[in-house]
């Protein structure tokens, strides 16, 4: 069996993620801001967990608030839509 030598692998970095709301103070959660609140939700129309947004525990709850509060009034889809057969 013969022996080859292991290849040195490039170190992979990660970028650190940081919450958008907490670096910008002007940047304000409201419901009805459908523009800001679409970066948040897939194409699906699924919330985007705090892992993968980058939000703080705080920033990530009021977004979820504001999305199912611009859902309730129609403003956001529940899902994504059907194509008409």
């Known amino acids: 069996m013969a022996l080859y030598p ?3 692998r490039r170190p992979i970095f990660h970028r650190r993620k940081v919450c958008r709301f907490c670096v910008d103070a002007n940047l304000a959660i409201d419901y009805k801001d459908v523009n800001t609140l679409r970066h948040f939700i897939t194409e699906r129309g699924k919330i985007i ?3 993968i947004s980058g939000n703080c525990a705080r920033h990530q709850r009021k977004v979820t608030t ?3 509060r611009a859902r309730l009034l129609a403003l956001m889809p529940y899902t994504a839509t059907m194509p008409t057969t």
Do not use: T
Request: aromatic share 0%; glycine share 0%; proline share 11%.
């Open 66 to 68: 504001a999305i199912k």
């Open 49 to 51: 967990p705090r892992r």
């Open 6 to 8: 292991k290849r040195k």
